[in-house]
């Protein structure tokens, strides 16, 4: 099993930036592939950016070019850099892990972008 934590949530102005992090209770050196999932008030939850173990990245159209996906290995930490933040980013920001081709979740981190 996989424990997955999320932090870095918060208020931004648009434009600003935030970094989320997540957490694994485990090394996720072992973890195929980890993700991150946004889930805006009244819409369903959607892929925001995915990292594999051969550091294979994907990226939703809407934040190409503005978010950032990347692991710590030594930190067991995924982490989404988020740059140039619209109000259309508002969501909860949820971490997934698909190990043994399990999911896992974390229990979410809200973002808010005021305009």
């Known amino acids: 099993q996989v424990q997955l934590v999320e932090s870095g949530g918060g208020l931004v102005q648009a434009g600003g930036s935030l970094r989320l992090s997540c957490a694994a209770s485990?090394?996720?050196?072992?973890?195929?592939?980890m993700g991150w999932y946004r889930q805006a008030l009244g819409k369903q939850r959607e892929l925001v950016a995915s990292?594999?173990?051969?550091?294979?990245?994907n990226y939703a159209d809407s934040v190409k070019g503005r978010f950032t996906i990347s692991r710590d290995n030594a930190k067991n930490t995924v982490y989404l850099q988020m740059n140039s933040l619209k109000p259309e980013d508002t969501a909860v920001y949820y971490c997934?892990?698909?190990?043994?081709?399990?999911?896992?979740w974390g229990q979410g981190t809200q973002v808010t972008v005021s305009s």
């Open positions: 997934k892990a698909i190990f043994y081709g399990s999911n896992y």
């Open positions: 485990r090394s996720i050196l072992g973890i195929s592939t």
């Open positions: 990292s594999t173990r051969g550091d294979l990245t």
